[in-house]
């Protein structure tokens, strides 16, 4: 007897079986509609990159992130990722959760002193300078056992990114 193999319509691995399967996801359907609406191509990296993220709140870096998904693309460099994840947050499909923070920035800080009075800060998204902006003025958001439940608040710290003035009026000249 012999056995006929059915020939699949959609290989395993390629772009068709990826989008098929994302379509069943209510997110990545999500995802591929908001990537359409903006001019960005759908890959099957984009659809496994954005998939890892949208099924984890692990807020992983690159290099976590690459070693999940080249479990589903062994071939994938983290060059890819990081190229990947840009072009994904330019349309505002990922968030980077510390934007200005590739290098530390420092201040001086000594308590029970002037120094370092607990402040928030305003970061400039353009030219990446740093304001301090007074407690006093903004309310720091109360963090509680409700809000966090099982978490251990030590500090509240507020960053409000946005377009210092100088950055602001050379835009407008
Ligand atoms: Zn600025
Ligand atoms: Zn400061």
Sequence with gaps: MRVQVQKRATEPDSLAHAEASAERDPAMRAFIEHCRARGVAVTKQRLAIFEALSSSRAHPSAEELHEL????????????????????????????????????????????????????????????????????????PRVDAVSAPGFTVQSVRVQVEGVCGDCGAATRE
């Design 69 to 140: 998904v080249k479990q589903k693309l062994p071939s994938l460099s983290l060059a890819t990722v990081y190229k990947n994840l840009d072009s994904l947050r330019e349309i505002g499909a990922v968030g980077d959760v510390n934007p200005l923070h590739v290098r530390g920035r420092y201040e001086a800080v000594l308590p029970g002193t002037g120094v370092g009075h607990p402040h928030h800060h305003l970061v400039c998204t353009k030219c990446h300078r740093i304001f301090d902006l007074a407690e006093e003025l903004v309310p720091t």
